[in-house]
């Protein structure tokens, strides 16, 4: 059993910022909330937790699968845990999200319940980072802390999706308090928890490596300057050499496989790399932080003053580091543990290995951001309880009111499951049943589980075929080896697919879409008037099934209909 911890009330690196905290005798400088607050604070901070799990359990009940969801679901609904495995190796993740999901879909496969791990991982996620900045900057800056991780808009987003995000960042927060409590307390057993958790945030999500370098260069420069005993530098050492071979036996059985699609998926994110010819460093620089921080709080003027503070932050804490004299500092290096994340993928973005991106592929900069916020909101208003929950709350109520859509291109109202279980339902009854349903990759994700079924298996070996085609409940489906369809694109896509199916003209066929971006009944119209009198129909901004007859040439047509000249002008306009 590890030993009891016992928690600073307000470390030397918040003290040095904030005056003194009277003592609690002095009733006059206290108010009645303030001294309320003190005494009750770990109830209230399970009280907070509570209310982020009924909030990510409403958002993950609400929406239908996104693509990258639908995607996971297909590579882990396989006959056994070992084939769930190997078809994870076609993705460009871990496996360890798919391994528990695996397991938990048994229990139950509706959008909520398969979502359930990263809401409990989400939720459990915000109780470390409290314990964690309790530890190392006080209690005023965990209670706005917590605040942060419970309500940021992208942390709930990211809760209540079939992702690796909050899996990864729940594994991240109880290294990082585990690794705290192994150095204060001179603990082997704290330092082979933390490995643990280590070696899990390694198996969630390749982001990781950028924290297992900050937090391995932050433990060498600790262990340096202070003198723990022998067993728990070898317990670290012992843990470091473990967390290597995991990444050895991740590149030979999984990336080797993959690094030919590592390029093509990493097109998306061009803007997110640093090129010189386009703009200056300092200008990519600022411009991508602030993304990242746009990211967490969604309003911009409150990303804005939250990267200022966490600038500042960073700064006192460096300087500090530089000018504080003796080894025994317990606060020692914190200034290199929250800006070396940042720094990492940084230096990767400008070498073209990661994108430095405000989206999901940054959130592991998320408590580190969050930490050094904290820490100086605390100190700036004098380490009072009362004034940090004010405060947080306000912030994350700005940011849950900015109007912003956490996924591009699509809101939360079009991703509502009504509108999916009503397009299932159209194709059942109006697309006859030997049909042929055509897709693009991203939108072939998503119907197996909402036309076949959640139970129908797709072996993982379609996807390597030219065309992913595959057939349930009488149905003909095959997709397109684009994410996304462009209507530029379509008709030359179109006609290869008709030539390779031996289609023939008149033959009808329905093109099913649903996820980011527009559908194409809006953008063929504009590309080629021959489609201005589509009859598709629609479920909310990204969801459509339209009809299409293959023409003599095996290019797609438009169904005959009573077309009105008027409606081209109407199209354009």
Known sequence: MSPKVVVETQPESARELAPGKPERGATNRYSFVEGWLDDHLNAVALAVIAAGFIVRVSVASRSYLNPDEGLHYLLLNQPSVLLAYKAGLSNAHPPLMYLVVYFWHFLGRSELMLRLPSVFAGTAFCWFIFKWIGIVFGRTASLMGLIFATFSPAMIALSAELRQYALLLFCMAAALYFLERAFQEESAGGMCYFSVFLYLAILSHYSAVFFTLAIGLYSVARITDSHLPRKVVAAWAGGQVGALAIYGFLYFSHILKIKNYIAVWGMPFDGAYFHLDREGIGTFTIKHTLKIFEFMFENQYTAEALLLLWVVAVAFLLVRDLTSHGG?????????????????????????????????HTVFLAPFAMAAVSFLLAAVFGQRLWAAL?????????SNT????????ITKKNQSQALMTAAAHYIQLSIPRSGLILTDQQSSFAIPYYLCGPRVMISVDVYSRKYFEFRCNGYSIVSFHSWKVLATSFPSEFEKMALAHGLKSGDRVWFFQNGWGETLDRELPRQFPQFRCLTAKNFGRNIAV???????????????????????????E
């Open 328 to 360: 025994g500092h317990r606060g020692r290096h914190l200034g290199i543990l929250l800006l070396l994340p940042f720094v990492a993928v940084w230096g990767a973005a400008i070498a073209g290995f990661y994108p430095y991106v405000g989206d999901r």
């Open 390 to 398: 004010l405060i947080a709350v306000l912030l994350v109520g700005a």
């Open 402 to 409: 900015s109007g912003k859509t956490f996924e591009p291109y």
């Open 546 to 572: 339209i009809p299409f007859v293959v023409g003599p040439n095996l290019l797609p047509a438009a169904p005959e209909t009573n077309c009105p000249p008027a409606a081209f002008n109407s199209v354009i």
